[in-house]
């Protein structure tokens, strides 16, 4: 019996040796069985766009900026936090202005007052929270399961040069508007997403006939 165990054990190590989807199908269960890795990279990013919003708004302080010609600042309990007026700005966030001396891109100011620093501000910053809370929603679905899966190394690296090349891409096409948002960061994620599902497509088959 025991020689029985160890020659079909062999045969299936062939097996398996042989057949490299097979190998890495199994590896992948034993990655899933093992305890996942705690994500902390992608909520430190949703973190720092959430205080970047809020401080935005802070020195945004619709009730005393406000252009008064342009109607009441939206949500006044909020004070100092509260939004521009819809006609101004109708996804509830700060003034345009702001949003300049902030950092947000603006393709005059990087190419010729040499302001290349706002290629990577600009990725923080968000036009108001409808904006923000679809950029965090996306980054949350895609992100923290990528990160789980590759590390917050290569996460963190197609991140930071999606979102840098996003904004060289905005600087090139869009010259008479700011632009502002992770939406760059973002579709390298997506991307990155992709890549891997094309890529493990075969594994991702096999689970799906064995379940």
């Known amino acids: 019996m025991e020689n029985e ?3 079909s054990r062999g045969v299936k190590d062939r097996v398996n040796h042989n057949n490299p989807t097979t190998s ?3 590896q992948q269960q034993e990655n899933l069985e093992r305890e996942e890795w705690i994500s902390w990279l992608i909520p430190l990013f949703v973190a720092a766009n959430v205080v970047m919003f809020i401080v935005t708004m802070s020195v945004n302080n619709c009730p005393r900026n406000r252009d008064f010609g342009r109607g009441e600042c939206v949500a006044k ?3 100092r936090l509260s939004f521009q007026p819809l006609r101004e700005n109708p ?3 700060p003034s345009s202005s702001t949003l300049l001396k902030m950092g947000a891109l603006e393709w005059d100011k990087v190419v010729h007052q040499h302001q290349g ?3 990577i501000t600009c990725m923080w910053l968000h036009a108001g929270v409808i904006h923000l809370l679809a950029n965090m929603l996306s980054l949350v679905f895609i992100g923290i399961r990528l990160e789980q899966q590759f590390g917050f190394v290569r996460i963190g690296v197609i991140y930071l040069l999606s979102g840098f090349g996003g904004s060289v891409l905005s600087s090139l096409f869009i010259r008479n508007n700011i632009s ?3 939406s760059g960061a973002l579709f390298g994620l997506l ?5 891997e599902l094309i890529t493990n497509w075969t594994i991702y088959t096999n689970k799906v006939t064995h379940s």
């Not at 991307?191 to 890549?195: D, E, R, S, T, V």
Request: net charge neutral.
């Open 5 to 7: 165990d160890l020659e």
């Open 24 to 26: 890495y199908y199994h």
């Open 77 to 79: 309990f909020l004070r």
């Open 91 to 93: 996804l509830f966030g």
């Open 117 to 119: 620093w706002r290629l």
């Open 180 to 182: 502002v948002g992770a």
């Open 191 to 195: 991307g990155a997403m992709l890549a």
